[in-house]
């Protein structure tokens, strides 16, 4: 998969890519993760066609360790992964990013938790950056569930220049119903430099997600995994079941436009959960993807 540079999410919040982030329409402050029992089987492998372009590993609790990357350039090796840190707890506090084959230090990402919020700090190692937790990172406002938003809005001004920028998630009943962005952006000399907005409905079946247990106990790994371009047309829901279609309408100036994407599953006869999935846009078809399990411990 395509994954886009995580410092860009420090200066465009979401922009126009398919999030689907786990999140609630609750409005319980509660920032830590609900430990609940392992399925009896956690994602292993995520293929596009021949190629793997999703990996994960685990912990001896069950908690995702590491989640490797491909760079989809068919080469059918990864590029990068994640190994993520977690509290006694259990919750998670950030992760590590190694470049495979590189002798660079990685960059390292730690969450600070509040009452009901969490911010995101990315410090590249190489560079020599100081960990200093007092400058500015992303936010997000976090329930039981996960994210349920992406900064503020509140429309900020500075040197001329007026802001607002946010996502929101709507989850009801473990799925997600809502994702919807809101950006502009105009300069002190009056020029618009980013006016839209983009929303995402979803309908989902009623089969269990194999996903969902490792995003339910990591938001953190599920934003990471699922920020990301999705052009090959792999859409990871992070609720209780899978999607079967998604409504997409996005708006700028030069007016509103929509579009379904309709997903065509199967479903694996030992776990339950999906074996492959291929999404319709219009007349674009995607390529097959293809999901392995391996038992939880």
């Given at each position: ?53 999703d ?52 960059v ?27 400058g500015?990172?992303l ?65 989902c ?36 079941n ?8 996005y ?22 959960f ?18 392995y399990y391996?038992?939880?411990?």
């Amino acid at each position: 998969m395509n994954v886009k540079s995580l410092q860009w999410y420090k200066t465009a919040i979401a922009a126009i890519i398919t999030l689907s982030t786990a999140a609630s329409c609750s409005k319980s402050d509660n920032s830590s993760p609900v430990a609940t029992p392992a399925p009896a089987y956690l994602p292993s492998v995520i293929y596009e066609n021949e190629t793997a372009i999703d990996s994960f590993t685990y912990n001896s609790n069950n908690s995702v360790d590491k989640i490797y990357l491909s760079d989809n350039s068919g080469s059918n090796s990864y590029y990068m992964y994640f190994q993520f840190s977690y509290d006694a707890s259990g919750l998670c506090t950030g992760a590590r990013e190694y470049t495979i084959g590189s002798s660079k230090l990685p960059v390292l990402d730690t969450l600070v938790y509040s009452t009901g919020k969490v911010t995101w700090y990315t410090f590249y190692l190489s560079r020599n950056e100081t960990i200093d937790l007092s400058g500015e990172g992303l936010e997000w406002t976090l329930t039981t569930d996960g994210i349920v938003q992406e900064g503020s809005k509140d429309t900020t001004r500075l040197d001329g220049e007026k802001r607002l920028q946010y996502a929101t998630w709507t989850f009801s009943a473990g799925n997600l119903l809502t994702y919807a962005y809101t950006g502009y952006v105009a300069y002190s000399n009056g020029s618009i430099i980013e006016n839209q907005s983009l929303k995402h409905t979803y309908t989902c079946d009623a089969k269990d997600n194999g996903l969902y247990w490792l995003f339910k106990n990591n938001p953190f790994a599920g934003y990471l995994l699922t920020g990301r371009d999705y052009s090959e047309g792999l859409y990871l829901s992070q609720g209780k079941n899978n999607f079967t279609k998604i409504l997409r309408e996005y708006t700028s100036t030069d007016g509103t436009t929509s579009a379904t994407f309709n997903f065509t599953n199967t479903y694996d006869s030992e776990s339950g959960f999906v074996k492959t999935q291929q999404t319709v846009i219009g007349d674009y078809t995607s390529p097959m993807h293809t999901f392995y399990y391996v038992k939880s411990k």
